[in-house]
T-cell receptor, first 116, second 117 residues
Framework: AQSVTQLGSHVSVSEGALVLLRCNYSSSVPPYLFWYVQYPNQGLQLLLKYTSAATLVKGINGFEAEFKKSETSFHLTKPSAHMSDAAEYFCAVTPGGSGNTGKLIFGQGTTLQVKP | GAGVSQSPRYKVAKRGQDVALRCDPISGHVSLFWYQQALGQGPEFLTYFQNEAQLDKSGLPSDRFFAERPEGSVSTLKIQRTQQEDSAVYLC???????????????FGDGTRLSIL
């Protein structure tokens, strides 16, 4: 079975500081991993995805994430936070391989606050 | 349309009423998913369609929940005899993925916020 744990329900950083949002996953088969962002009263927008190609994945808005199989982690980073990055961030996993529907298993989410 | 469209955006119903939530996926997307997002939580999977076939309904919480996609495009999630615990945001997502190719991203609508009084 697959599961996702996001460490830290709230993260607060200053504008211009490094953003680090943590995600650990559990999967019995090689996973596909995703990071989504959700702004208030909106749906989820894809930031980036890992699908067994390069382990360092670059996404939109300057975000990137590194897949580390040995640590079962897929942490999201951004070198310099911007006020517009304040939102809810979700890590999600789906099992790879054939015969899977692609349904996503989400973490609980991390609220990112950016202070001026 | 350019994205996934859900209607209504907000729905208030009295306990015991039936509700219907609509999802218009991106044109040409084979796969359609419904998720339920409780306040302060991550979305949880409800059901999956590949075209008109409902291939996975393992996440539906009770037999009061019913989903259909009769022509392989628009989908409707119906909740009968609503209860207060049904209050949540219901998200619809579509993707180009078909069974066996699950690395395609899902594109989400803005959701329907359901409040049961």
């Amino acid at each position: 079975a697959q599961s996702v744990t996001q460490l830290g329900s709230h993260v607060s950083v200053s504008e211009g500081a490094l953003v680090l949002l943590r995600c650990n996953y559990s999967s019995s088969v090689p996973p596909y991993l995703f990071w989504y962002v959700q702004y208030p009263n909106q749906g989820l927008q894809l930031l980036l995805k890992y699908t067994s190609a390069a382990t360092l994945v670059k996404g939109i808005n300057g975000f990137e994430a590194e897949f580390k199989k040995s640590e079962t982690s897929f942490h999201l980073t951004k070198p310099s936070a911007h006020m517009s990055d304040a939102a809810e961030y979700f890590c999600a996993v789906t099992p790879g391989g054939s015969g899977n529907t692609g349904k996503l298993i989400f973490g609980q989410g991390t609220t990112l606050q950016v202070k001026p | 349309g350019a994205g996934v469209s859900q209607s209504p955006r907000y729905k208030v119903a009295k306990r015991g009423q039936d509700v219907a939530l609509r999802c218009d996926p991106i044109s040409g997307h084979v796969s359609l998913f419904w998720y339920q997002q409780a306040l302060g939580q991550g979305p949880e999977f409800l059901t999956y369609f590949q075209n008109e076939a409902q291939l996975d309904k393992s996440g539906l919480p009770s037999d009061r929940f019913f989903a259909e996609r009769p022509e392989g495009s628009v989908s409707t999630l119906k909740i009968q005899r609503t209860q207060q615990e049904d209050s949540a945001v219901y998200l619809c997502a579509s993707s180009l993925a078909y069974l066996g190719v699950s690395n395609q991203p899902q594109h989400f609508g803005d959701g329907t916020r359901l409040s049961i009084l």
